[in-house]
C-alpha cells in the first residue's frame, strides 16, 4: 500500500448568496449613475459642438453652393482640461472647427 487516504470532507461553501446579491446591487447601482452622469455628458457636449457648428455653418452653406457634388469633412479640435482615459469628458472644450472639400 502506496500513500495514505485522504478522507477529509471537500469544502462546501463559498461567496454566500446575500453578499452577492449585496455586490451585485451596489454595482448596478454605480452603473445608473455612470449612464445618467453619460446623458448629462451627451447633452452638454452636444451643445458645445452645436455651438461650433454654428459658427461654421455660413462658410459650408457657401462652400456647398459652389459645388454640391463634394462633400464636407467637419473637424473639430477638442481640449480636455484632465489626462482621462476617453477623449471627451466634463471640461473639455471644443476649439476651432475646420471645414475641407472632399471630391
Known sequence: MVGVADNTLPETGGP?????A??????????????????????IQKKKVSEA???I???IARDRAQNRRL?????????RSSREAYPV????TIG???????G
Open 22 to 43: 449585496t455586490i451585485a446591487g451596489i454595482q448596478l447601482a454605480f452603473e445608473g449613475v455612470n449612464f445618467v452622469l453619460n446623458l448629462v455628458n451627451d447633452h
Open 89 to 92: 469628458v466634463p471640461g473639455s
Open 16 to 20: 454566500s448568496p446575500k453578499g452577492q
Open 53 to 55: 457648428l454654428d459658427q
Open 71 to 79: 462633400g464636407i469633412l467637419l473637424l473639430f479640435y477638442i481640449t
Open 96 to 102: 476651432s472647427g475646420c471645414t475641407g472639400l472632399m
Open 57 to 59: 455653418r455660413p462658410t
